[in-house]
């Protein structure tokens, strides 16, 4: 029988020892770290926590400053898709019917200057096009040319306060939100779109107004926008998983 | 012989026996198989909500599909020619999908890297030089429909057929299921956009990655009847133990 002596023993444990706290400490600054440099997404809690923080810290890092491909125009999708919408709310067909004149995007939260943007202000603060593609979750896509008003424009206008970290964003029937972290609200493409392939943008894509970010997965794109609220603090609202989506079970983050 | 040395003399032979794998082997084979079923399954659930399947950049229901899977969808918006909607369960389907592309991508970089360093590629999986040709394949394939049994060699190493077979898994079917994969994230190919124009797009990145799918399941299907064939439990044993009990060689 091999025999460990007494000695071999005692560096063996304070070799285990050492590594292990080594590791656990480890842990502790990558946590630490993590936290401090916005990695760690709304919905990092439960089972599939571990797997979606990794997702979403890769992507922060790997994508700091990446612009979503744009296409040619010859590109553009002669039939895309608009999705299926819930029927529209008694609101939305009384503003509808007076041509969205009376379409109000409330900011509020952690910004210096509240404010009830008409879509003519909008308009006002400058304009933006980009042809991406639109990728819906279940796979199916189409490109068109987008056109609107960046969000960093209107966030500037509002004067968002610096410790604002996530951009909360309603639809008119307040059943869909979704948030955007500061990486992605400030990010040039995102944009808050009113105009689809030279004209206004279709009801059912989402006019008058619709939240558009071309390097996330099409439900990320919120229709119908009436309300942007500035937070330091995802957790106020809803189940605190940053929004509907986790709530029904999809990723906060939807760039994969 | 009392039954205490027999007990000892079975045990000297069963610490002699030959390890068939390496505990590193067998740890990454697992999590590799753990990783791929929760893969396989949680893919096949994304693809009911839209089972149709398009070549190049762009693909909805009103464009011309390459192929369609005849199924009804998760998707009451998807025109399948069923009155039947499944069950969605695209959510959690996502969230594992990716969270266990994570756990593949982490144990092939493991096996990737030790199997770099300790030869394992080299001695095991890489044909041996004088099978090199088309013969020795030939001489393989006929061994196995005459269903001879393999020589004492043979059983205790990988004949140059089953060694091709992992190298094309290995090395071809999981790099290019990961790349399609990483293609259909919107963000990566911001990035990288080559990673998805190289493929011809985003909807044949989708299909590419269906077809590498398949490829994979019917890999998967040959090499459990494989294993089947060729001694089940022991085959297992040594996949869990490392060691095949030497009762069980072939003479």
Not at chain 1, 178 to 204: E, F, I, K, R, Y
Not at chain 1, 228 to 239: E, H, M, N, P, V
């Amino acid at each position: 029988m091999k025999s460990i002596s007494r000695r071999a023993l005692i560096t063996r444990g304070i070799t285990t020892g050492l590594a292990a706290t080594a590791g656990v400490s480890g842990l502790a600054v990558a946590a630490r770290m993590a936290k401090r440099y916005g990695l760690i997404p709304p919905d990092s809690c439960g089972p599939y926590g571990p797997g979606e923080t990794l997702t979403y810290a890769a992507q922060r890092l790997l994508t700091a400053h990446s612009m979503a491909r744009e296409f040619p125009r010859s590109m553009i999708s002669k039939s895309p898709f608009a999705n299926e919408v819930a029927p529209p709310t008694d609101a939305f067909r009384r503003l509808q019917a007076g041509g969205f004149a009376n379409w109000r995007l409330t900011v509020d939260g952690l910004v210096a200057h509240p404010t009830a943007f008409s879509l003519a202000d909008i308009h006002a603060l400058g304009r933006s096009s980009q042809i991406t593609e639109v990728a819906c979750e279940e796979g199916w896509s189409y490109i068109a040319e987008w056109i609107g008003t960046p969000l960093s424009a209107v966030l500037r206008e509002a004067g968002l306060l610096p410790q604002a970290r996530y951009l909360v964003y309603f639809s008119i029937d307040h059943y869909w939100w979704d948030s955007l972290d500061m990486a992605d609200a400030h990010h040039p493409q995102t944009l808050l779109t009113w105009g689809m392939n030279d004209g206004d943008l279709p009801v059912p894509f989402g006019g008058p107004l619709r939240m558009r970010v071309p390097r996330q997965l099409g439900y990320k794109n919120i229709k119908y926008l009436v309300h942007l609220t500035a937070t330091d603090s995802i957790k106020r609202f809803g189940k605190g998983l940053g929004s509907a989506s986790p709530e029904g079970g999809y990723a906060w983050y939807a760039g994969i | 012989m009392s039954t205490a040395v027999q007990a000892r003399k079975a045990a000297a032979v069963r610490h002699s026996a030959p390890v068939r794998h390496s505990g590193l082997v067998r740890i990454t084979h697992w999590l590799t198989f753990l990783s791929f079923a929760a893969l396989l399954i949680t893919g096949g659930e994304i693809v009911i909500s839209h089972p149709r399947f398009y070549w190049g950049e762009t693909g909805n229901v009103n464009m011309r599909p390459l192929f369609v899977i005849p199924i009804p969808s998760s998707r009451d918006t998807v025109p399948t020619g069923y009155h039947y909607v499944m069950p969605d369960q695209n959510g959690w389907s996502r969230y594992l999908h990716f969270q266990s592309a994570w756990v593949l991508v982490f144990t092939a970089l493991v096996y990737g890297i030790a199997g770099l360093l300790n030869g394992h590629f080299r001695r095991n999986l890489i044909p041996e030089r004088g099978d090199w040709n088309w013969r020795a394949y030939w001489a393989r394939i006929a061994q196995y429909l005459r269903r001879a049994p393999p020589s004492r060699a043979e059983s205790a190493s990988y004949n140059v057929l089953q060694r091709s077979a992992y190298l094309l898994v290995i090395f071809v079917l999981f790099p290019l299921i990961i790349w399609t994969g990483l293609a259909l994230s919107p963000a990566f190919d911001s990035a990288v956009p080559a990673a998805v124009n190289l493929l011809g797009g985003r909807q044949s990145a989708r299909t590419l990655h269906f077809f590498l799918s398949i490829a994979l399941v019917l890999f998967l299907a040959v090499h459990v009847a494989m294993v089947a064939l060729s001694g089940f439990r022991s085959r297992m044993r040594a996949m869990i133990t490392g060691r095949t009990s030497t009762m069980e060689e072939r003479p």
